[in-house]
């Protein structure tokens, strides 16, 4: 996969790959990641971010997965026990 080109765009590849980052791997709205490049002190409009996501948002998010491990054949059972209306309850949930 090649290399992704930022050249005329008015911000650092840098501040665009965060933004489209945080928008497709914690699944947040587009006032959100405004709100977070914010607080870095970079005034960016969410329209912009919409525009980044639309345009470098499948190859940044295609390179997410392909960094995430794949699933093994391996399970784990978590088990609870708590207390519904008096009663002893266990709850179990199996995780990959």
């Given amino acids: 996969m090649g290399l992704i080109s930022f050249k005329g765009h008015r911000f650092p590849a840098e501040v665009i790959r965060n933004a489209v980052r945080l928008y497709f791997r914690f699944s947040l709205s587009l006032s959100d990641v405004e709100e ?21 948002g499948p190859l940044i998010a295609r390179r997410l997965k392909k960094r995430r491990r794949p ?6 059972l978590d088990e609870m026990v708590c207390r519904i209306g008096g009663r002893r309850m266990y709850l179990w949930r199996s995780i990959c």
């Fill in 71 to 76: 699933p093994t054949g391996r399970w784990h």
């Fill in 36 to 56: 977070l490049v914010a607080q870095r002190g970079i005034d960016v409009t969410y329209e912009t971010i919409r525009c980044w996501t639309i345009k470098f």
